[in-house]
């Protein structure tokens, strides 16, 4: 009991408001792992979300007079509104890692012991910042480089996709 005692003395922010354990919150989460554990574990969950998305997609695009007597701009017109949710999944991805990303950079962490009225702000130690420091440009950093290349490559999908849909 003594031991928890001096780390609230020590460190007043509560466990899980600490950067390096939301980090480990986001390591341990089905979905923000996605970008952690490298390209293609990103990418074949994206995948997925979009072929299962596609039939929907294609779906709402057969509704469309023009499209039904157009099957190449039917399945392009699917298939690129099928992007959209892959990339609000990236941009989900992003903001909380962004978040992490921020937290772990700071100096000091902002935290509220028992609700959103009483925030308060903590400094932290110089070794608790080192360490947030070398988490985030070794182990968060290459996690938004990959999210932030997955968005541009959906994008450009979506972007390419369209015009052909247009040309068609």
């Known amino acids: 009991m003594a031991g ?12 899980e408001q600490r950067p390096l354990e939301q980090y480990k919150e986001l390591q341990a ?9 490298g390209d293609r574990g990103l990418a074949t969950p994206l995948i997925r979300a979009w072929l299962i998305v596609l039939p929907i997609t294609m779906l709402v695009a057969s509704g469309s007079v023009p499209l039904r007597h157009n099957l190449p701009q039917l399945v392009v017109a699917g298939a690129v509104a099928g992007l959209v949710v892959p990339m609000l999944l990236l941009v989900r ?8 990303q921020r937290r772990l950079m700071a100096t000091a962490v902002e935290y509220e012991e028992s ?3 009483d925030g308060q702000v903590w ?7 080192q360490q947030d420091l070398l988490v985030a440009n070794h182990e968060v950093k290459p ?16 972007l390419v996709w ?5 040309a068609l």
């Open 29 to 37: 989460s089905w979905f923000f792992v996605w970008p952690h554990n």
């Open 115 to 117: 609700g959103w009225y």
């Open 93 to 100: 991805q992003w903001l909380g890692w962004t978040t992490l």
């Open 162 to 166: 369209a015009s052909l849909c247009q």
């Open 143 to 158: 996690v938004l480089w990959r999210l932030q290349q997955a968005m541009a490559i959906t994008a450009a999908l979506i």
């Open 4 to 15: 928890t005692d001096h780390e609230q003395l020590v460190c007043p922010v509560p466990r």
């Open 123 to 129: 400094e932290k130690p110089v070794e608790w910042r």
